[in-house]
């Protein structure tokens, strides 16, 4: 099975603070994503890496910056929190092989970050 | 317009009920499908994939019309367990790893 880790389930901090969210796989996968989950919003991409130091623009990276120094591991950085990026945050990673139906996506159980 | 859309529900049905959740998508290009099923403050998980013939695993049942940029997911015989949203899932465009996800239709299966 698929496992995909999130370094905390809750955590709150001030604005101004530098957040740092970890996320680890264990199945070797290419590619890993940050999402961000807001009610009625959805599902919304922040960044995502499709190698080691790789990294591209998702939907919405403003505010947000991301590190994926080793292949299981990426990181997602909030340079100086604001009350708008309080919010579930989720990551995700998929095989990167070719092909459609290797597209799937494996997720993490989510951090819900509270900015006061 | 919506990348993917669906109708946000609720969908209140009693067990036993047969319920069917549609969704649209935008782009043409799209290759991959899924719904992904999302229990309450969980994460996403995959339920099924959807392929061009149509498929079916057990109690689900899921359609694509890519003509019409139509999927479709119908549940059979609803569990109670089956309260949950579910999230229509396609692929940004042509040989893109990225999803684009649905903001999920909420199922809920009363006694």
């Known amino acids: 099975d698929v496992k995909v880790t999130q370094s905390s389930r809750y955590l709150v901090k001030r604005t101004g603070e530098k957040v740092f969210l970890e996320c680890v796989q264990d199945?070797?996968?290419?590619?890993m994503f940050w999402y961000r989950q807001d009610p009625g919003l959805g599902l919304r991409l922040i960044y995502f890496?499709?190698?080691?130091?790789?990294?591209e623009k998702g939907d919405i990276p403003e505010g947000y910056s991301v590190s994926r120094e080793k292949k299981e591991r990426f990181s997602l950085i909030l340079e100086s929190a604001s009350t708008n990026q309080t919010s579930m945050y989720l990551c995700?990673?998929?095989?990167?092989?070719?092909?459609?139906?290797?597209?799937?996506?494996?997720f993490g159980p989510g951090t819900r970050l509270t900015v006061l | 317009r919506k990348e993917v859309e669906q109708d946000p529900g609720p969908f209140n049905v009693p067990e036993g009920a047969t319920v069917a959740f549609n969704c649209t998508y935008s782009?043409?290009?799209?290759?991959?499908f899924f719904w992904y099923r999302q229990d309450c403050r969980k994460e996403p998980k995959l339920l099924m994939s959807?392929?061009?013939s149509g498929n079916e695993d057990g109690r689900f049942t899921a359609q694509l019309n890519r003509a019409s940029q139509y999927i479709s997911l119908l549940i059979r015989d609803s569990k109670l367990s089956d309260s949950a949203t579910y999230l229509c899932?396609?692929?940004?465009?042509?040989?893109?790893?990225?999803?684009?996800f649905g903001t999920g239709t909420r199922l809920q299966v009363f006694p």
């Open positions: 995700a990673s998929s095989s990167g092989l070719a092909g459609p139906r290797y597209n799937e996506q494996f």
């Open positions: 199945m070797d996968h290419e590619n």
């Open positions: 890496s499709y190698d080691v130091k790789m990294k």
């Open positions: 782009n043409s290009a799209s290759q991959s």
């Open positions: 959807v392929y061009s």
């Open positions: 899932v396609v692929n940004a465009g042509y040989n893109t790893d990225k999803l684009i």
